[in-house]
């Protein structure tokens, strides 16, 4: 019983098995969950369900349970109530019953519709007890199968499925009356999440139970606490003891299994931490069976297997919203490729290449490429941090600098625009290193950088660095901006790279910095650079994305 | 976490010596919240970089950050210890005009006990 787990995020809901409305009006469809009687429908705002639309009467109808079985009753309503069609004034719900309030066809309720794995988890239980279990299996041994076997099924399993049959299984094996579980919210507060009688109807309160108890029980460290108060048990204070005639009550609080880092031999298989999730209670009063002679060991069983049953639901639900949550992350890093996608200019005076390598599905990187009356200007740009709050930011400022250069803006005007509106924004410690270079046919480079890596120009196996520079942009609101301007000849190239370039590191911690960027660069174009790069990395993985921007000055 | 910062007072003045990277994430956050912590009870920090040995754009943006809240609040914090590494960062983003840097933490002690201008 080793249970290998890591601690997932706290449920929130518990909601318990209720039966369910599903309230359909127009376009809106809403799942509400029948937790009280009596349940009230109307056109008053304070109905439980309430449905606006004026043949909808101020007080319709009422939802109520009798004995686990629902009924609708009409309260004098002006227009009617309805059930599949059929004017009622009172009538028991069946599962899908279909409701109606005054109104026909604009607005509905369904019944505790069926989902497609109702009782599946139940119905498959009782296919393997039937299976597995001979007149010789005791009643410890069908309690292990049946908790294995719903343990399995948690791949498939809903949380609220599994709560049933537990409740089921500890109702059967102790032959108490009610079983009720309680499970700790986000806030830690202990809520109840499912009830059930012997006669397996819902149990939606819990009025009638010895709330003392359960609190007691949960504070002790003991497994499960079994009162029996026909021994002389001091009554004082316990009131549904008293006011009930309870005689037999059993808690059992669920502790979390025990979080393995590694197989440690010391720690006994399937440990409990001391941490309480919920906690089983279940009783039976004196005019019914006499349940304090119910097995330790089957109550050791439910304490031990209970908690691990509920704690493996709580994991596959918390990897289902993990799973959708990488599926909204890829949706999005799709849309930020197509956003990012650019369409490289023909000039004729020069040739244009540009190529990023993102080491996340999602980055912070860009490159742009305009061409206007004021000449061809490219752009690299690179946003402080990483993943997704780097790449929302890094898709803005494209945004912002493409439409001012198609805008034919001044570069300094463009840096300092995009500098006020980051630092309006208050966006917190993000910030974008930027350098852009605007490029005439006649070889004149206007440039601004924003503490960017200084630009390579390669001229004739040499490269020079243009050392202009600015603050970055986003960090400072009152940063001032200054471009510079350096030319180039027939034959020279001009190279822009992101810091990811240069801060790629090996296998021994070495960079690859600036002395053998500019060494690649003289000895090869765009593709070689990267090349370079990787030859120098070996196998370490890119911890930062790389960007290369070249234009090839033809002239 | 790559990060370990020590605080100690000298002459009325905190430092708080940093040693490791600074990078984005629990890093740059814990560099963020101890000065946040420090800068409650004094205005005048110095910050000795010289164990840091790596600041990545993340990090940066946290110092910047931290700066500027202090500057704000009217405390000033100062630099010493850069290494080759983090001057050319400071250089290439010329935040070596916004920051001031001073070579050994006794002068930047110093400075401070010239008065604030």
Redesign the interface.
């Known amino acids: 019983m080793a249970f290998q787990t890591i601690v997932g995020p706290s449920s929130g809901t518990g909601s318990g098995v209720f039966p369910t409305l599903v309230f359909v009006q127009g376009n809106e469809q809403r799942v509400i969950n029948l937790d009280h009687s009596p349940f009230g429908v109307g056109r008053k705002v304070d109905k439980d369900l309430v449905i606006a639309d004026p043949r909808v009467s101020r007080d319709h109808a009422l939802i109520v349970s009798e004995n686990g079985v629902f009924s609708v009753v009409d309260q004098g309503s002006k227009h009617g109530t309805f059930v599949n069609g059929e004017r009622v004034e009172r009538k028991t719900l069946e599962r899908n019953d279909r409701l109606e309030f005054g109104v026909r066809e604009v607005a509905y309720v369904i019944f505790n519709p069926q989902h497609g794995t109702t009782n599946s988890a139940r119905e498959f239980l009782s296919q393997i007890s039937g299976m597995h279990i001979s007149d010789e299996t005791t009643d410890l041994e069908k309690l292990v199968l049946f908790l294995e076997a719903a343990r399995k099924l948690n791949t498939i399993g809903v949380l609220d499925e599994i709560l049933m049959t537990l409740l089921d299984v500890t109702l059967k094996l102790t032959r108490a009356e009610r079983a009720y579980v309680y499970m700790k919210n986000a806030h830690g507060e202990l809520r109840l999440a499912a009830g059930r009688n012997a006669k397996g109807e819902p149990l939606l309160d819990d009025k009638t139970i010895s709330h003392s108890i359960l609190e007691d029980a949960l504070k002790s460290n003991s497994e499960f606490v079994l009162t029996d108060t026909s021994r002389s048990v001091d009554l004082t204070g316990r009131k549904s003891i008293v006011a009930y005639d309870l005689r037999t009550v059993i808690c059992v609080p669920l502790r979390k299994p025990q979080v393995h880092a590694t197989r440690d031999a010391e720690a006994p298989a399937g440990a409990m931490s001391a941490e309480v999730m919920g906690a089983l209670y279940v009783d039976s009063r004196f005019a019914s069976r006499d349940i304090s002679g119910v097995s330790n060991d089957i109550l050791h069983a439910i304490a031990t297997e209970a908690a691990s049953l509920i704690e493996n639901a709580r994991l596959v639900q918390a990897e289902e919203a993990g799973r959708r949550y990488q599926q909204e992350l890829s949706i999005a890093a799709s849309i930020q490729q197509r956003l990012m996608a650019v369409t490289i200019p023909e000039v004729p005076f020069a040739k244009l290449a540009g190529r990023n390598l993102s080491c996340k599905e999602i980055g912070g990187d860009f490159f742009d490429a305009v061409n206007t009356e004021e000449g061809l200007t490219i752009v690299l740009a690179?946003?402080?941090?990483?993943g997704v709050s780097a790449a929302l930011l890094a898709s803005t400022l494209q945004g912002m600098i493409y439409s001012q250069l198609t805008a034919g803006m001044p570069l300094t005007d463009i840096v300092t625009a995009v500098n006020r509106f980051f630092t309006d924004k208050n966006i917190?410690?993000?910030?974008a290193?930027v350098i852009i270079a605007r490029v005439q046919n006649n070889g004149d480079v206007e440039y601004v950088n924003c503490?960017?890596?200084?630009p390579l120009i390669v001229s004739n196996g040499e490269v020079q660095r243009p050392a202009q520079?600015?603050?970055?942009v986003g960090?400072?609101p009152d940063a001032k901006y200054q471009s510079d301007h350096c030319r180039l000849k027939p034959g020279d190239r001009l190279v822009l790279v992101t810091?990811g370039v240069t801060?790629a590191e090996n296998a021994r911690g070495d960079f690859f910095e600036d002395s053998r960027l500019e060494q690649a660069a003289i000895s090869g174009t765009l593709e070689k650079i990267f090349i370079a790069i990787s030859d120098f990395c070996g196998g370490t993985p890119l911890n930062?994305d790389c960007t290369i921007v070249e234009l090839m000055y033809t002239g | 976490m790559a990060l370990k910062i020590d605080t100690r007072k000298s002459e009325g003045v905190t430092i708080m010596s940093c040693h490791g990277r600074i990078v984005f994430g629990e890093e740059a956050t814990a560099l963020r919240e101890n000065l946040k912590k420090v800068l409650s009870s004094t205005r005048q920090v110095v910050l000795n970089l010289a164990g840091v040995n790596y600041i990545d754009s993340g990090g940066l943006g946290t110092l910047v950050g931290v700066y500027s809240s202090a500057r704000a609040s009217g405390a000033e914090i100062k630099l010493t210890g850069l290494g080759q590494r983090l001057r050319d960062v400071l250089q290439i983003t010329k935040l070596v005009t916004v920051f001031e840097v001073y070579d050994t933490e006794q002068e930047a002690i110093a400075t401070f006990h010239r008065g604030a201008a």
Do not use: F, Q, R
């Open positions: 690179d946003v402080s941090g990483k917190g410690e993000k910030y290193t503490g960017h890596i200084l520079g600015n603050l970055p960090l400072l810091d801060e930062d």
